[in-house]
């Protein structure tokens, strides 16, 4: 039973253009979102994480948006780079939970 | 300051071998968990490891699996007669507190049975 449901599985987006991935949960108990990038080869790194009482979070070109009462969030790559393609994985987490819950991951690629 | 470091980074079995991996916690880390990526598919938990101590083991499957974390040296994950259905990458990640929300990985150990 897959607790985070991630899509689109893949995405081809124009250098300069906006990368959209969507994620929803079930869980109510969950209060810890992040994105993790990932490239071939290497271990998921931290991108960007939110807390569900904050719709929105920017760090540079990232920005996760959060909508609680639809339990959706989704990561926009603005200005998309062909430097970020890589596999995006979004996750959550409850208090008190040991473990991340991982979707199944998008496969980003910005073609120059 | 070094990451999460793992070893190896690939590992070939065959069926009925053992495997063993490794995994060095970030400096000042004392929490350790593993995942298992299977092909195309996101992370799944599999154990969660305080120095000397298994805190959650929920994710572990019930037969050959077992993970330690030693009062000194890394973290194992040990694979006993492996199966074709073993393969797959194997992250460990570290965090410096209770709870596990930022959580730090390492690169990976992709074991491959033939």
């Known amino acids: 039973q897959q607790q985070v449901k991630q899509s689109p599985q893949s995405l081809i987006v124009q250098k300069g253009g906006i990368s959209i991935i969507n994620c929803a949960y079930e869980?109510?108990?969950?209060?810890?979102f992040p994105w993790y990038q990932q490239f071939p080869g290497k271990g998921p790194a931290l991108l960007i994480a939110?807390?569900?009482?904050?719709s929105e979070k920017k760090e540079g070109r990232f920005t996760i948006s959060f909508n609680k009462s639809a339990k959706q969030f989704s990561l926009h790559i603005m200005d998309s780079q062909p430097g970020d393609s890589a596999t995006y994985f979004c996750?959550?987490?409850?208090?008190?939970?040991?473990?991340?819950?991982f979707g199944t991951g998008t496969r980003l690629t910005v073609i120059p | 300051n070094a990451g999460v470091m793992q070893n190896p980074r690939h590992l070939v079995r065959r069926r009925g071998q053992e495997a063993r991996l490794r995994c060095s916690p970030m400096?000042?880390?004392?929490?350790v968990y593993w995942y298992r990526q299977l092909p195309e598919e996101g992370l799944k938990f599999m154990v969660y490891?305080?120095?000397?101590?298994?805190?959650?083991e929920s994710g572990m499957p019930k037969e050959r699996f077992s993970a330690e974390f030693p009062k000194e040296g890394p973290s194992i994950l040990r694979i006993q007669q492996v199966v074709r259905g073993d393969s797959a990458a194997y992250f460990c990640a570290s965090s410096p507190g209770q709870g596990g929300k930022t959580q730090y990985f390492g690169p990976g150990t992709r074991l491959l049975v033939l």
């Open positions: 939110i807390r569900p009482d904050v």
């Open positions: 490891l305080q120095k000397e101590n298994i805190i959650d």
């Open positions: 996750a959550a987490r409850w208090t008190g939970a040991n473990n991340l819950f």
């Open positions: 400096k000042g880390h004392s929490h």
């Open positions: 869980n109510t108990a969950f209060d810890y």
